[in-house]
């Protein structure tokens, strides 16, 4: 089935450091990829999406290229604040489906 | 304006009892959802409705029922509730042009005793 796959948390960062977080999908056909954030308290956000290979999605200074043949979808950052501390959910949407299907969420922590 | 709004924020109760979540959205959309997230913040979606229909119904206990009186509104209502129902239900909305896209309320904190 479809699934998605990310790196465990939580990712604890010092104020302008790179961030990095892992994810892979396994999926039938070519889905569109996501990431939400969603900071203390609050829902998800949409912070980026990709809908097709080799697409790049940005927002925010973050950024994720859709890698078909790595069936990866890292999100990275060069330069973390403290306000970007959240937990950060990738996914993945079929169109036949009709679904969302997140990973299981990398709480990330950043600190001054 | 909040674009997609729950109540109650927090809803603690005893073990079968029978409670409501509702959900309003001001976006004019037409496809509704709820998600329940765990204690480990893992995200799964438990129902699905476009212009007041189900359409996608996930594997849930059936004391949930969804209700949508109209496309804006979908409200979750659970019976005989239980500790492992303790969780926070987020519902969202979406454009059905572009399901992918969805916007989330703020949740439900939902305590089971």
């Known amino acids: 089935g479809n699934s998605v796959t990310q790196m465990e948390g ?3 960062l010092s104020e302008e450091a790179f961030l990095t977080i892992n994810c892979t999908y396994t999926a039938t056909g070519y889905p569109s990829l996501f990431w939400y954030v969603q900071y203390p308290g609050e829902g998800l956000q949409l912070l980026l999406k990709a809908t ?3 697409d790049k999605g940005s927002n925010k200074g973050f ?3 859709y890698r078909k043949e790595t069936t990866s ?4 950052k060069g330069s973390v604040q403290v306000s ?4 950060y959910f990738c996914a993945l949407f079929y169109n036949q489906g009709g679904k ?8 990330l922590s950043v600190k001054p | 304006d909040t674009a997609v709004s729950q109540t109650p924020k927090y809803l603690v109760t ?5 409670k409501s979540i509702k959900c309003e959205q001001n976006l004019g959309h037409d496809t509704m959802y709820w998600y329940k997230q765990d204690s480990k913040k893992f995200l799964k979606i438990m129902f699905s409705y476009n212009n007041k229909e189900l359409i996608i119904n996930e594997t849930v206990p059936n004391r949930f029922s969804p209700k949508s009186p109209d496309k804006a ?3 979750l209502h659970i019976n005989s509730l239980e500790l492992g129902d303790s969780a926070v239900y987020f519902c969202a909305s979406s454009a059905e042009a572009d399901r992918n896209e969805q916007y989330f309320g703020p949740g439900t904190r939902l305590t089971v005793t």
């Open chain 1, 52 to 54: 097709k290979a080799d």
């Open chain 1, 63 to 65: 950024e994720a290229t």
């Open chain 2, 73 to 75: 509104h979908l409200n």
């Open chain 1, 84 to 87: 970007d501390s959240a937990v």
């Open chain 1, 73 to 76: 979808f890292h999100l990275e």
């Open chain 2, 14 to 18: 005893q073990m079968g009892n029978d």
């Open chain 1, 100 to 107: 969302l299907i997140f990973g299981q969420g990398t709480e």
């Open chain 1, 10 to 12: 939580p990712v604890t």
